[in-house]
C-alpha cells in the first residue's frame, strides 16, 4: 500500500528530519499482521460531477426511516419533532457556536443553555442539570462515578456500586469502561419473573455507594416499586435513575421518589433517529452533588450594571483545571443537539410535553391489545405496566421474524436476544406518536401469519 502513495516532493526531507529513510520505515510500529498488504480497490481520479454521481447512487441504497413502518426503539425513538425546530437550530449563532468562552459575546447562546438545564430541572424533579453529555450511557457512567466520589468516604460498602441486571450489555460496557479505573466493583440487582425490580434483593444495597436502575425498564416496564426504592436503600446511597425523557410528561419525575441523579438518552426530545446519531444525554442532581457533576453548567448571575448575565460555572473540565483535579475527562458536550430539545420542549410546554406522553402511551396500549388476541403470540408481562414500548415472546426465533417482516417493508421491533442471549423468542415492540393505528393492524397481520406457519411447520 505505501508503494502506492504519491511522492509530493517533500517527502524525503520530512523523513530525513524524523530520522527514517522511508515510509515504511515510519510504519514499522505497526504489527505486520495487521498491516494491508494489497491494492486499494480505489478509482481512478474522478471530476466534481463524477463524485457527485457516485455519491448520490451509494447514497441512493438507503431506506429512510420515514419510508417504513417502524416498531423499533430500545433506546432511540421516532418522535414528531415540529419543523421550527429545524428552521431554528439552522440560524447561525446556533449552528456556528461552539464553547462560549467569551461570555460578553456570548450571551444568546450561553443564554440557550441555561434554558436547556432549567428545562431539564423542571422535567426530572431535581435542582441542577448541566449542559448534556455524550450520550445516555456515557451520563449513566459518570453519575455512578459522582456517586463514589460523593459517598465513598462514609460508605458501609465501600467502592460498590449496584445495577439493575436488566441494564442493556452496550450500556454496562461503557459503565464498566468509566468505573475501572476508580476501583469501583459492580454489582447486578436482580429481578422478578414479572420484570420488576426485586426490592427484597435490594436491601443488599444499602450501604453501598450508589445503585443504578431505569425507569421505565430495558423491557419497557414501569416499575411501581421504584418509588419505595430510596427509602430501602437509604439516604447515605445514591439512587441514580435512568429514564425515557419523554414519559416524563404522564410519568411521575424521579425526584419526586427520592432520586439523587437523573440521566438518559435526550434523543427523543429535538433529535430524528440519524443511524444512531447524534444524540445527547441528560444529567441532573440533586445540590449535594452539584460540584461532581461531569460536563458544562451555565449559572445566571447580574453584572456590574445589574443586568442579567450567564456565564459557564463550577467547571469541572480537564480542559478549566487541573487534570488530576478534573471530575470527567469529558471535554465537550452535544450544546447543538440538545438545543433542539431545548427547542423542542419550549414548543411543546407542559401540555405539549403531557400530550406527547399520552399519544405514546395510547398507541403502546393499543398495540399491546391487537398482538395480545394473537392465540400464537404471547405476552410474557401482559399485566405489566408500559410506556411506549412491550415485549412479546414469538413461537420461533426473533431474528427470523424480523427477517420476514423486514422482507415485508415492516422494521418489526428489536430481538432481544442482542442483549440477554438466553432470549432468542422474545422480540421488543416500541411504539410511539408516529405509530398509526393502520400500521399497528398490519404488524398485527403479519405477526399472526408468520408465527402461524411457523407453528405448523413445526407439526404443531
Same mark, same amino acid.
Given at each position: 500500500?505505501?508503494?502506492?502513495? %504519491?511522492?509530493?516532493?517533500?517527502?524525503?526531507?520530512?523523513?530525513? *528530519?524524523?530520522?527514517?529513510?522511508?515510509?515504511?520505515?515510519?510504519?514499522?510500529?505497526?504489527?505486520?499482521?495487521?498491516?494491508?498488504?494489497?491494492?486499494?480497490?480505489?478509482?481512478?481520479?474522478?471530476?466534481?460531477?463524477?463524485?457527485?454521481?457516485?455519491?448520490?447512487?451509494?447514497?441512493?441504497?438507503?431506506?429512510?426511516?420515514?419510508?417504513?413502518?417502524?416498531?423499533?426503539? *430500545?433506546?432511540?425513538?421516532?418522535?414528531?419533532?415540529?419543523?421550527?425546530?429545524? !428552521?431554528?437550530?439552522?440560524?447561525?449563532?446556533?449552528?456556528?457556536? $461552539?464553547?462560549?468562552?467569551?461570555?460578553?459575546?456570548?450571551?444568546?447562546?450561553?443564554?440557550?443553555?441555561?434554558?436547556?438545564?432549567?428545562?431539564?430541572?423542571?422535567?426530572?424533579?431535581?435542582?441542577?442539570?448541566?449542559?448534556?453529555? $455524550?450520550?445516555?450511557?456515557?451520563?449513566?457512567?459518570?453519575?455512578?462515578?459522582?456517586?463514589?466520589?460523593?459517598?465513598?468516604?462514609?460508605?458501609?460498602?465501600?467502592?460498590?456500586?449496584?445495577?439493575?441486571?436488566?441494564?442493556?450489555?452496550?450500556?454496562?460496557?461503557?459503565?464498566?469502561?468509566?468505573?475501572?479505573? @476508580?476501583?469501583?466493583?459492580?454489582?447486578?440487582?436482580?429481578?422478578?419473573?414479572?420484570?420488576?425490580?426485586?426490592? *427484597?434483593?435490594?436491601?443488599?444495597?444499602?450501604?453501598?455507594?450508589?445503585?443504578?436502575?431505569?425507569?421505565?425498564? %430495558?423491557?419497557?416496564?414501569?416499575?411501581?416499586?421504584?418509588?419505595?426504592?430510596?427509602?430501602?436503600?437509604?439516604?447515605?446511597?445514591?439512587?441514580?435513575?435512568?429514564?425515557?425523557?419523554?414519559?416524563?410528561?404522564?410519568?411521575?419525575? %424521579?425526584?419526586?421518589?427520592?432520586?439523587?441523579?437523573?440521566?438518559?438518552? @435526550?434523543?427523543?426530545?429535538?433529535?430524528?433517529?440519524?443511524?444512531?446519531? %447524534?444524540? +445527547?444525554?441528560?444529567?441532573?442532581?440533586?445540590?449535594?452533588?452539584?460540584?461532581?457533576?461531569?460536563?458544562?453548567?451555565?449559572?445566571?448571575?447580574?453584572?456590574?450594571?445589574?443586568?442579567?448575565? +450567564?456565564?459557564?460555572?463550577?467547571?469541572?473540565?480537564?480542559?478549566?483545571?487541573?487534570?488530576?483535579?478534573?471530575?470527567?475527562?469529558?471535554?465537550?458536550?452535544?450544546?447543538?443537539?440538545?438545543?433542539?430539545?431545548?427547542?423542542?420542549?419550549?414548543?411543546?410546554?407542559?401540555?405539549?410535553?403531557?400530550?406527547?406522553?399520552?399519544?405514546?402511551?395510547?398507541?403502546? !396500549?393499543?398495540?399491546? *391489545?391487537?398482538?395480545?388476541?394473537?392465540?400464537?403470540?404471547?405476552?410474557?408481562?401482559?399485566?405489566?405496566?408500559?410506556?411506549?414500548?412491550?415485549?412479546?415472546?414469538?413461537?420461533?426465533?426473533?431474528?427470523?421474524?424480523?427477517? +420476514?417482516?423486514?422482507?415485508?417493508?415492516?422494521?418489526?421491533?428489536?430481538?432481544?436476544?442482542? =442483549? +440477554?442471549?438466553?432470549?432468542?423468542? =422474545?422480540?421488543?415492540?416500541?411504539?410511539?406518536?408516529?405509530?398509526?393505528?393502520?400500521?399497528?393492524?398490519?404488524?398485527?397481520?403479519?405477526?399472526?401469519? =408468520?408465527?402461524?406457519?411457523?407453528?405448523?411447520?413445526?407439526?404443531?
Amino acid at each position: 500500500m505505501v508503494d502506492q502513495l %504519491p511522492n509530493y516532493g517533500r517527502e524525503s526531507e520530512m523523513l530525513s *528530519a524524523l530520522g527514517m529513510n522511508s515510509i515504511d520505515e515510519l510504519f514499522t510500529d505497526i504489527p505486520a499482521a495487521v498491516r494491508y498488504d494489497g491494492r486499494l480497490p480505489l478509482p481512478e481520479p474522478q471530476s466534481e460531477e463524477e463524485v457527485l454521481r457516485d455519491a448520490r447512487r451509494l447514497l441512493g441504497a438507503n431506506v429512510a426511516l420515514s419510508q417504513r413502518v417502524s416498531f423499533l426503539g *430500545a433506546g432511540l425513538y421516532r418522535n414528531h419533532v415540529p419543523a421550527l425546530v429545524l !428552521q431554528l437550530i439552522r440560524r447561525g449563532e446556533f449552528l456556528t457556536a $461552539y464553547t462560549p468562552y467569551q461570555p460578553e459575546v456570548s450571551q444568546g447562546m450561553l443564554q440557550a443553555m441555561w434554558e436547556f438545564q432549567t428545562l431539564i430541572c423542571e422535567l426530572t424533579g431535581l435542582s441542577v442539570a448541566n449542559v448534556s453529555v $455524550y450520550d445516555g450511557s456515557t451520563a449513566a457512567a459518570e453519575a455512578i462515578n459522582a456517586a463514589h466520589r460523593i459517598h465513598n468516604r462514609k460508605a458501609e460498602q465501600k467502592d460498590i456500586i449496584y445495577v439493575s441486571e436488566l441494564t442493556p450489555p452496550s450500556r454496562m460496557s461503557v459503565i464498566r469502561n468509566y468505573s475501572q479505573g @476508580g476501583g469501583i466493583e459492580i454489582r447486578t440487582l436482580p429481578h422478578n419473573s414479572d420484570g420488576t425490580l426485586d426490592l *427484597a434483593a435490594a436491601e443488599q444495597a444499602a450501604g453501598a455507594c450508589g445503585v443504578y436502575v431505569e425507569q421505565p425498564n %430495558p423491557l419497557g416496564l414501569l416499575d411501581g416499586g421504584l418509588v419505595q426504592l430510596k427509602e430501602i436503600i437509604g439516604e447515605n446511597t445514591a439512587l441514580i435513575v435512568g429514564v425515557q425523557p419523554t414519559s416524563l410528561g404522564i410519568v411521575e419525575c %424521579p425526584g419526586e421518589y427520592g432520586a439523587d441523579i437523573v440521566v438518559g438518552e @435526550g434523543q427523543p426530545f429535538g433529535s430524528p433517529i440519524t443511524c444512531g446519531g %447524534p444524540i +445527547y444525554g441528560i444529567f441532573a442532581c440533586r445540590d449535594a452533588y452539584l460540584r461532581q457533576m461531569p460536563g458544562r453548567i451555565v449559572g445566571r448571575s447580574i453584572d456590574v450594571h445589574g443586568e442579567v448575565a +450567564y456565564c459557564l460555572t463550577l467547571s469541572t473540565r480537564e480542559q478549566h483545571i487541573r487534570r488530576h483535579r478534573a471530575t470527567s475527562n469529558i471535554c465537550t458536550n452535544e450544546t447543538l443537539i440538545a438545543l433542539m430539545g431545548a427547542m423542542h420542549m419550549s414548543l411543546l410546554g407542559p401540555e405539549g410535553l403531557h400530550t406527547l406522553a399520552m399519544r405514546n402511551m395510547a398507541a403502546c !396500549q393499543l398495540a399491546k *391489545a391487537k398482538l395480545g388476541t394473537i392465540e400464537t403470540l404471547a405476552l410474557p408481562h401482559l399485566s405489566g405496566h408500559h410506556y411506549n414500548e412491550f415485549v412479546i415472546e414469538l413461537p420461533g426465533p426473533a431474528a427470523e421474524c424480523l427477517d +420476514y417482516l423486514d422482507s415485508q417493508g415492516i422494521i418489526g421491533g428489536f430481538d432481544l436476544s442482542s =442483549w +440477554y442471549p438466553q432470549r432468542k423468542n =422474545w422480540l421488543l415492540v416500541s411504539v410511539t406518536d408516529q405509530n398509526s393505528k393502520a400500521e399497528i393492524n398490519l404488524l398485527a397481520a403479519h405477526l399472526a401469519a =408468520w408465527s402461524s406457519a411457523i407453528i405448523k411447520g413445526a407439526g404443531v
